[in-house]
């Protein structure tokens, strides 16, 4: 089985972006993840993203939808709303009008960041080291709601989140699940009945929450949020955790191959029929539980690979200077895993999610040197002589695998 790395150092305790929005990783994790909210001071957050970062994206970063949406009264805004031509060399219609999303903040709609994970390098950095943390993708979304506003009605979200608030303040009202742990194909609007009818008890909790303050909830956990008397600024931190499903999931994609699954049904059979099924219905069981049985780690590793290490991106590289950096690499050069890139190493390849990068089998001490996670200097790396140890780093420079120390 090839090993599993996940590009970049391990994270520096001191440093640790879990530790910064929970404290303890150990005692979050055995009281409330995936268990219950948590509400607690962090300090400030404004070194991620604040008002004048907002304006920023707004005005000068040529934000395009879907990166922005905007809500007022519990509906979506119109993308036609606040979006146009963004001029001449530039002939696209959907770029963020910074004058139209004016008039939206005047009539009290709050903006949606979406993807800021993507386009803003404080996020970038910070949802990388989290999601290492985590073990899961992250994604950043921010919302600005002007006093006295809320963007959208209760609502349960189908993966946990971290609230941080930023500027302002924002009275949240959380309830308990009407659906516990929902799966990402279960979204609130299919229990909208529930979720109004539970909205009108008693909440699990009442609060304003301040600048430097963080709110957990795990997926299921019926929310709102208002701001109160001033304009509110919070960032989101979506935590799209796998499921016990994602794996009966990949076991249905095993279970596929097998010839006994695929088989037809009679002519006429009716489906809908109790009677008609019940037959096929246990023949087409105890099939899947032999493919089922049969299923082995790997296999399903394999299987759930695709999804698992495409959900976060990994960290940005430069491309002009990366280039430059290859071109005139030398033995005294340092590099490092590309932070967050996602592989598995074999006998003489490298797995990506994407391709196979392969190299001789006599590199792989080398490789699993230069993948370990720390920086490495080129003309320390083992069983090469120099000239191969130029060509091999060179050719993972120019695949992103690694990148300068």
């Given amino acids: 089985m090839p090993d599993l790395l996940d590009g970049g150092a391990a994270p520096d305790p001191d440093r640790s972006a879990l530790r910064r929005c929970v404290g303890d990783p150990a005692e979050f994790e055995r009281t409330h993840w995936g268990r219950q909210p948590l509400l607690r001071r962090t300090g400030r957050h404004d070194d991620l993203l604040d008002l004048a970062a907002v304006d920023e994206l707004l005005s000068e970063r040529g934000l395009r939808t879907p990166?922005?949406?905007?809500?007022?009264?519990?509906?979506?805004?119109?993308?036609?709303?606040?979006?146009?031509?963004?001029?001449?060399?530039?002939?696209?219609?959907?770029?963020?009008?910074?004058?139209?999303?004016?008039?939206?903040?005047?009539?009290?709609?709050?903006?949606?960041?979406?993807?800021?994970?993507?386009?803003?390098?404080?996020?970038?950095?910070?949802?990388?080291?989290?999601?290492?943390?985590?073990?899961?993708?992250?994604?950043?979304?921010?919302?600005?709601?002007?006093?006295?506003?809320?963007?959208?009605?209760?609502?349960?979200?189908?993966?946990?989140?971290?609230?941080?608030?930023?500027?302002?303040?924002?009275?949240?009202?959380?309830?308990?699940?009407?659906?516990?742990?929902?799966?990402?194909?279960?979204?609130?609007?299919?229990?909208?009945?529930?979720?109004?009818?539970?909205?009108?008890?008693?909440?699990?909790?009442?609060?304003v929450l301040e600048e430097g303050e963080l709110l957990y909830l795990p997926r299921g956990w019926?929310?709102?949020?208002?701001?109160?008397?001033?304009?509110?600024?919070?960032?989101?931190?979506?935590?799209?955790?796998?499921?016990?499903?994602?794996?009966?999931?990949?076991?249905?994609?095993?279970?596929?191959?097998?010839?006994?699954?695929?088989?037809?049904?009679?002519?006429?059979?009716?489906?809908?029929?109790?009677?008609?099924?019940?037959?096929?219905?246990?023949?087409?069981?105890?099939?899947?539980?032999?493919?089922?049985?049969k299923a082995d780690a790997d296999d399903v590793a394999r299987r759930l690979r695709p999804g698992q290490w495409t959900a976060h991106r990994p960290g940005p590289i430069r491309p002009v200077a990366q280039a430059a950096f290859a071109d005139a690499l030398t033995a005294d050069s340092r590099v490092r895993p590309r932070p967050g890139l996602r592989l598995a190493i074999g006998q003489g390849r490298i797995e990506l999610d994407d391709r196979t990068v392969g190299y001789p089998a006599e590199c792989d001490p080398a490789v699993k040197a230069l993948l370990s996670g720390a920086a490495v200097r080129v003309g320390d790396l083992p069983g090469l002589d120099e000239q191969s140890q130029l060509v091999l780093v060179r050719r993972l420079l120019r695949e992103a695998v690694v990148v300068p120390a």
């Fill in 222 to 293: 019926l929310h709102a949020a208002a701001a109160v008397d001033r304009t509110s600024l919070h960032l989101t931190l979506g935590l799209r955790r796998p499921t016990r499903y994602s794996i009966v999931e990949a076991l249905l994609g095993l279970a596929a191959e097998d010839p006994q699954l695929r088989a037809g049904l009679p002519i006429g059979l009716d489906l809908s029929d109790p009677v008609a099924l019940a037959p096929h219905l246990s023949a087409t069981v105890s099939a899947l539980q032999d493919a089922v049985a």
């Fill in 67 to 207: 990166f922005l949406r905007i809500a007022k009264a519990g509906s979506v805004v119109p993308a036609k709303s606040f979006t146009g031509g963004a001029g001449l060399g530039a002939e696209v219609s959907d770029q963020i009008r910074d004058d139209r999303v004016l008039e939206q903040l005047a009539a009290g709609a709050t903006l949606i960041f979406q993807g800021l994970h993507r386009v803003w390098p404080p996020l970038q950095s910070f949802c990388l080291d989290l999601s290492r943390e985590l073990g899961c993708a992250v994604q950043a979304n921010a919302y600005l709601t002007p006093a006295g506003n809320q963007g959208f009605a209760t609502h349960y979200d189908t993966h946990d989140v971290f609230v941080l608030q930023v500027a302002g303040v924002k009275r949240w009202q959380v309830h308990e699940p009407v659906h516990p742990d929902p799966l990402e194909r279960q979204p609130w609007g299919g229990r909208a009945d529930e979720v109004a009818a539970s909205a009108t008890g008693a909440p699990y909790l009442d609060h």
